[in-house]
C-alpha cells in the first residue's frame, strides 16, 4: 500500500493545480500523438530528459513507438489529472495497419511531455494475452463527465482503486465497495456478467475469455486465482480524473511457482460512481519469462 500513501502525501502537498490544465493537458497530449503518427519526433512538444516505454522497455525513440504507430483507431478516450499534471490516452491505435488496444500515459513539465509510458495489449509469449480491439467497442468506457455533485473525491478514488489491487492479491473481493453490476473488461474481452461457456469455441473465449463460468461482477470470484496470482506488486496510480470519475492504476501480477502463465504489466482505468467501482478497462501486456520485474516506471 505504500504506492498509495505517497499518493495520498502527494496531493496533501499540492496546493494548488499545477500550470497545464484540463485544456493543456488535453493540447499537449493530442500534440504529442499526432507527432508520432507523422513520424516527426521534430514536431513533438519533448521536455529535456524525456524519457518513454513500450511494454516496460525503455523506448524514447525507437521504432516501436515513432516508426509503428500511425493514428487514431475508432474508440477514443482521454483523461486528465491537472493535479499530477498528466494525461492518459485509452482506446485503440493503428500499429503496424492494424488497430490495437493501447493505454498511453504521459507527464507535462513547463508544458512539454516529460514522460511517456505506452501499454499495448500485443499478444505475449506462448499465446498469452490474445486481445480483442472490437470487444472495446462492444464494452466501451463510459464517456461523460460527472457533475460537480457527483464526483468522487480524490482520496476515494484512490483508495478503491488501491483495494481492488489488495483484494485481487488477497483472493477476496467481497469487501471492496463497488456496483453490482461492474463490468471489466481485459484487452477487449468482458470478463463479467459472462454466459457459461460450453462449447470451447473462438466465439466462446472472445466474449468471455474462459471465464464464462464466473458469471459475477468485477469483484466476484477472487478465490478463483489462488493458485494463479501471488501478487500485484509495483503498484502505483498516475493519474486521478475527478471530472470522469476515473482513477488509472498500473501493476505487474507475478505468478506462484509453477504456473506456465508469464507475469503480465498491467494499467486498470477505474469507472467510479457513488463511491464504488462501476467499471474497470484493462490493458495488459504479457512479459516475457527473461524480462526483470520491472514496469520502467517503479523508480522514477
Known amino acids: ?15 494548488t493545480q499545477g500550470s497545464c490544465d484540463r485544456h493543456c493537458l488535453h493540447a499537449v497530449l493530442d500534440t504529442y500523438l499526432e507527432a508520432i503518427f507523422k513520424q516527426k519526433p ?15 522497455v525503455d523506448s524514447p525513440n525507437s521504432a516501436a513507438i515513432w516508426s509503428k504507430i500511425s493514428g487514431y483507431g475508432e474508440l477514443q478516450r482521454r483523461y486528465f489529472d491537472p493535479v499530477y499534471e498528466t494525461a492518459a490516452y485509452l482506446g485503440l491505435l493503428k500499429v503496424d495497419g492494424r488497430e490495437v488496444i493501447s493505454s498511453v500515459r504521459i507527464r507535462v513539465s513547463n508544458r512539454q511531455v516529460s514522460e511517456a509510458e505506452w501499454t499495448l495489449a500485443y499478444q505475449g509469449p506462448g499465446g498469452h494475452g490474445e486481445a480483442i480491439p472490437a470487444g472495446m467497442l462492444s464494452n466501451p ?13 480524490r482520496f476515494m478514488l484512490l483508495s478503491l482503486a488501491g483495494d481492488y489491487f489488495q483484494a485481487l492479491q488477497d483472493h477476496d473481493g467481497s469487501w ?3 456496483s453490482p453490476r461492474c463490468e471489466r473488461v481485459e484487452n477487449g474481452v468482458k470478463t463479467t456478467m459472462a454466459t457459461p461457456v460450453s462449447t470451447g469455441s473462438a466465439a466462446d473465449s472472445s466474449s468471455a475469455a474462459g471465464f464464462g463460468h464466473l458469471q459475477g461482477n468485477c469483484l466476484d470470484h477472487f478465490e478463483h486465482f489462488n493458485h494463479s496470482i501471488a ?17 488509472l492504476g498500473a501493476a505487474v501480477f507475478v505468478r506462484y511457482p509453477g504456473v506456465k502463465e508469464p507475469r503480465n504489466l498491467i494499467n486498470e482505468y477505474f ?17 516475457p519469462s527473461e524480462a526483470p520485474l520491472s514496469s520502467g516506471w517503479e523508480n522514477r
Open 176 to 178: 471492496v465497495p463497488h
Open 42 to 56: 521534430g514536431s513533438a512538444p519533448l521536455a529535456p530528459g524525456y524519457r518513454a516505454t513500450a511494454n516496460a
Open 231 to 247: 501478487e500485484l506488486t509495483l503498484r502505483r496510480f498516475p493519474l486521478v480524473d475527478e471530472e470522469a470519475g476515473v482513477v
Open 1 to 15: 500500500m505504500a504506492s498509495l500513501a505517497s499518493s495520498a502525501r502527494a496531493d496533501s502537498t499540492t496546493a
Open 271 to 287: 469507472s467510479v460512481r457513488d463511491n464504488r467501482i462501476d467499471g474497470i478497462w484493462a490493458v495488459m501486456y504479457y512479459l
Open 141 to 153: 468506457p463510459p464517456t461523460t463527465s460527472l457533475a460537480p455533485e457527483k464526483r468522487p473525491s
